[in-house]
């Protein structure tokens, strides 16, 4: 897909999450259309630019996110993603399409699970979680070995822990209940999501690195060690950054010194000076006086 194409798809992307903003921004230019000023909607138009800038930084942190567990520990799409009752109650109250939303906030492919201890932990609640039960009802029920059931946290953390095996599936696991998200976050090798401010979220105070990244880390630089130690590389220098250029000395007018105005004193002491200097300077004799002392002395000598 082209960059361009791309690019357009984000800016629509994170301008439809900003609907209200958006409307209140079209409404605010519509009705002052014929008479319209500078800042004639200047703060409508900076809500709007507030909630752009913010859905922008969700969706990067969610990118960053899926990135290192990626990479770290094979997640790779179509992204699982198990669901239950809280997270289904939340979505509902907050008016949330999870098949919509899920995939969009991920960027990619998504298959939403959940499991029979969920199902049936909701069915014997009874109606005040109605409608979430029948949210988790859409989703397929993914095979949990509990027989019998046991409580919806306790699946979804044996799940969490089993995602950790290379052999095994890897989940999502999608929840309100901070209980499940704190022990999420000492495990550190699953992602969890949880809903607020009418949005989906990663959790991002769970631990990014374990002991196998900082053994690939130890790895990497022996192995650059090995390289500089057989192959004689140096360790390369930091280019020095160039700082910003100043303007162009030849385009540039001098600057004109203001000569120093002389004060009192100074014409005193330049008066005084120039007096001296008239007293030193000797009249040129004049050539007949010159002529005249020399015919005197020739007489004298005949």
Do not use: W
Not at 86 to 109: D, H, M, S, V, W
Not at 182 to 203: M, Q, S, T
Request: net charge positive.
């Amino acid at each position: 897909m082209p960059q361009e194409r791309q690019r357009l798809l984000k800016f629509a992307t994170h301008l439809s999450a900003c609907t209200p903003e958006a409307t209140a921004y079209g409404r605010c230019v519509s009705e002052k259309a014929e008479k319209i000023t500078h800042n004639a909607c200047q703060k409508e138009f900076q809500t709007l630019l507030q909630c752009f800038k913010k859905q922008a930084k969700r969706y990067k942190t969610a990118n960053k996110i899926l990135t290192h567990f990626r990479y770290n520990h094979g997640y790779e799409p179509p992204l699982r993603v198990l669901v239950d009752g809280t997270f289904c109650k939340a979505a509902l109250e907050n008016k949330i399409n999870l098949r919509e939303q899920i995939p969009k906030y991920l960027g990619c492919e998504v298959e939403i699970f959940t499991t029979s201890c969920i199902v049936q932990e909701l069915e014997s609640l009874g109606k005040k979680l109605f409608g979430a039960l029948n949210i988790c009802k859409q989703f397929k029920a993914v095979h949990c070995p509990h027989k019998p059931a046991k409580t919806a946290i306790e699946c979804q953390l044996q799940l969490a822990r089993r995602s950790k095996r290379p052999d095994r599936p890897k989940y999502i696991i999608a929840t309100q209940q901070q209980s499940v998200l704190e022990k999420l976050r000492d495990l550190g090798h699953v992602p969890a999501l949880f809903i607020k401010f009418n949005a989906i979220l990663f959790d991002t105070r769970g631990k990014l690195n374990d002991a196998s990244e900082d053994k690939n880390a130890d790895e990497m630089s022996r192995l650059q060690e090995m390289k500089k130690s057989i192959l004689g590389i140096g360790e390369s220098r930091p280019r020095k950054r160039k700082g910003p250029k100043g303007p162009n000395p030849l385009s540039c007018k001098k600057k004109k010194v203001d000569k120093p105005t002389a004060t009192p004193a100074d014409k005193q002491d330049c008066g005084n000076g120039e007096a001296e200097k008239k007293k030193r300077r000797r009249k040129k004799k004049s050539t007949a006086g010159a002529n005249a002392s020399v015919v005197q002395s020739t007489e004298a000598v005949e």
